[in-house]
C-alpha cells in the first residue's frame, strides 16, 4: 500500500506541474477578444468591438478541449507506467488533474493580457481595438482534465488490465468449476 501512495503522490505532483503547460498553451492557442475604448461624457468606456463575436466562447473551448486532451494523455501515461488499476492512481489522476487546471487557469489568465482594462484603454487610445484579458467564465471547464483522465484510465484498465483470477466454486447445476 506505501508504494500505492508514494506512486499516487508522484502522480498528483507530475499533473498538478503539468498545469503549467496547459495554461502556456491555452494563453498561446485561445483566440483574442477584441475591444475598445471611447470617452463618453468625458469617462472612459470599454466595448466589445463585435459584438455578435464568439471569441468568448472560443477561449472557454480552447481551454476545455486542452484539458480534454491533457486527461487522455495523463490516463495513457499512468496506464502504461503502472500496469493496472487501483484506487490511490485513479484519486491521483483526478486530484492531480484538478489541481493542474486550477494551476493553468491562473497562469494563463497572468500571462494574459493585463486585467486592467480601463487602463490598457487609455494607453492605447481612444477607438484603437486591443485584446481584453484572458477570462475562462465556465468554471466547468476545470474538471474536464480530471474526468478525462479518471474515464480514460478506467476504460483502459477495463480493456487491458490484468484479470482476477475465476473463483473455484460450485456452478449453477452443482458441478465444480
Known amino acids: 500500500m506505501r508504494t ?21 498553451l491555452w494563453n498561446w492557442l485561445a483566440p483574442r477578444v477584441p475591444l475598445v475604448g471611447d470617452v463618453v461624457d468625458g ?3 470599454v466595448y466589445l468591438k463585435d459584438t455578435e ?10 481551454f ?14 499512468v496506464f502504461l507506467v503502472r500496469r ?14 484538478l489541481l493542474g487546471s486550477l494551476l493553468a487557469w491562473r497562469l494563463g489568465v497572468w500571462l494574459g493580457p493585463a486585467q486592467d482594462v480601463l487602463a490598457q484603454a487609455k494607453d492605447v487610445g ?11 467564465a465556465a468554471k466547468g471547464a476545470l474538471l474536464a ?3 478525462s483522465g479518471v474515464l480514460v484510465h478506467l476504460g483502459l484498465t477495463a480493456l487491458f488490465g490484468p484479470r482476477d483470477p475465476e473463483p473455484v466454486g460450485y456452478g449453477p447445476h452443482g458441478e465444480v468449476r
Open 64 to 77: 476545455t478541449l486542452l484539458a480534454l486532451a491533457f486527461g487522455v494523455v495523463s490516463a495513457l501515461v
Open 84 to 97: 493496472r488499476g487501483g484506487v490511490p492512481g485513479v484519486v491521483a489522476l483526478g486530484v492531480g488533474g
Open 43 to 45: 469617462a472612459w468606456v
Open 145 to 147: 482534465w480530471p474526468f
Open 4 to 24: 500505492e501512495l508514494r506512486e499516487a503522490a508522484v502522480i498528483t505532483v507530475a499533473l498538478a506541474l503539468g498545469g503549467a503547460l496547459l495554461g502556456v
Open 126 to 136: 481612444k477607438g484603437v481595438t486591443f485584446s481584453a484579458p484572458l477570462k475562462l
Open 53 to 62: 463575436g464568439e471569441q468568448s466562447i472560443g477561449v472557454d473551448g480552447t
